[in-house]
């Protein structure tokens, strides 16, 4: 009679990308490179007609990033929701992040689809409501990031760096494939900046008047 393959063997992910665990690491480790970027987004803020070129140079650089974080929550959210075991033993997170978590995806696709918009696609009649629905989605959306970052910084803090400390590298399935994930993400980001960025001389001139 063969043995059966016990159930946290059988329910437990091995794939390439490590599993829920591997998911975990993924995310913090996006959150942290999002939070170095969006902090430096926001001091641009402070002096925005003079930083215009770097504001939206780190704008378009976080995209990628901020497209892979999104993915590696949105898939926890559906393994959680279609019943996987192994993800239903993590379980979820806290109530208030997780209402949030929805919130902070259509603000953060609003904000940086406005802005990209601004710089590269708009007609010169659109810029004005454009840019009401950029400061207006990134008031509400710093605000509600700023609960979500304080709620996952302690498990931010704890993952980020797993993959990238050897102690703690090969613990978990896959930390090369998600290095290369945010790499490429970083990549790819940096490739469109330098593309974009010269598109804001326009603004430049007009936050100098």
């Not at 159930?7 to 794939?15: P, Y």
């Not at 949105?74 to 209402?99: D, I, M």
Request: with cysteine.
């Amino acid at each position: 009679m063969a043995r059966r393959t016990p159930l946290h063997a059988r329910t437990s992910d091995a794939s390439l990308t490590g599993g829920v665990e591997g998911n975990a690491r993924l995310t913090s480790s996006v959150a942290a490179v999002l939070f170095l970027l969006l902090f430096a987004e926001g001091v641009t803020i402070l002096q925005i007609g003079g930083l215009i070129s770097t504001h939206v140079f780190i704008g378009v650089l976080l995209l990628p990033p901020l497209l892979l974080k999104i993915g590696s929550t949105s898939w926890r959210f559906v393994r959680y929701y279609t019943g996987n075991p192994a993800y239903l033993r993590k379980g979820p997170p806290a109530p208030l992040l997780r209402l949030f978590g929805p919130l902070i995806v259509v603000l953060s696709l609003a904000v940086m689809a406005s802005g990209v918009a601004l710089v590269i696609g708009a007609p010169p009649s659109w810029r004005t409501q454009l840019l009401g629905i950029h400061k207006v989605t990134f008031v509400l959306w710093f605000l509600v990031t700023a609960v979500h970052v304080l709620g996952h910084l302690p498990e931010t803090l704890k993952l980020a760096p797993r993959d990238w400390v050897r102690p703690t590298r090969r613990q978990v399935q896959g930390a090369s494939v998600r290095q290369w994930l945010l790499v490429a993400g970083l990549a790819i980001g940096l490739i469109c900046a330098v593309w974009i960025t010269p598109y804001a001389v326009g603004w430049r001139t007009a936050f100098t008047h």
